[in-house]
C-alpha cells in the first residue's frame, strides 16, 4: 500500500480526501501510483499524465521526501519510505503566469 496526496482540485473530481491509499502491483513507481488511481478513479484519467505517451501534465509535480521527482523517470522506483507507506508521494498542482 502507498498513499498519495492529491492536489484540491483532483480531490474535488474524484470525490476524496486530501489522501488516497492505494495497493499498487509490482514495484512501486510514479506510473503504477498512477495506473492504481486511475483503476480505482477513473476520472482522474489524463489529468496526471497524458493518456497516450504517458507523460507527466506539465502543470503536475510528483515529490517524496521533500524530495522533486517529476523528472525522474516514470518507472523508477519510489523511495523505500513511500513503497512502505510511511511517507506519501505527494502529486502537486504547479502555478503558473505572468
Same mark, same amino acid.
Given at each position: %500500500?502507498?498513499?498519495?496526496?492529491? !492536489? ?5 473530481? /474524484? ?12 514495484? @512501486?513507481?510514479?506510473? /503504477?501510483?498512477?495506473?492504481?488511481? =486511475?483503476?480505482?478513479? !477513473? %476520472? ?6 497524458? @493518456? ?20 525522474? !523517470? !516514470?518507472?523508477? @522506483?519510489?523511495?523505500?519510505?513511500? /513503497?512502505?507507506?510511511? =511517507?506519501?508521494?505527494? %502529486?502537486? *498542482? /504547479?502555478?503558473? *503566469? *505572468?
Amino acid at each position: %500500500m502507498i498513499r498519495v496526496v492529491l !492536489p484540491q482540485h483532483l480531490r474535488t473530481l /474524484a470525490g476524496t480526501g486530501k489522501e488516497v491509499t492505494l495497493e499498487v502491483e509490482g514495484t @512501486p513507481t510514479v506510473n /503504477a501510483a498512477i495506473d492504481a488511481l =486511475e483503476t480505482r478513479h !477513473p %476520472m482522474l484519467r489524463g489529468t496526471l499524465r497524458d @493518456p497516450v505517451s504517458r507523460k507527466r501534465r506539465s502543470l503536475i509535480r510528483y515529490y517524496a521526501l521533500r524530495r522533486d521527482l517529476s523528472h525522474d !523517470p !516514470p518507472d523508477a @522506483p519510489l523511495p523505500d519510505a513511500v /513503497a512502505r507507506g510511511e =511517507e506519501p508521494l505527494i %502529486m502537486v *498542482g /504547479a502555478i503558473a *503566469g *505572468g
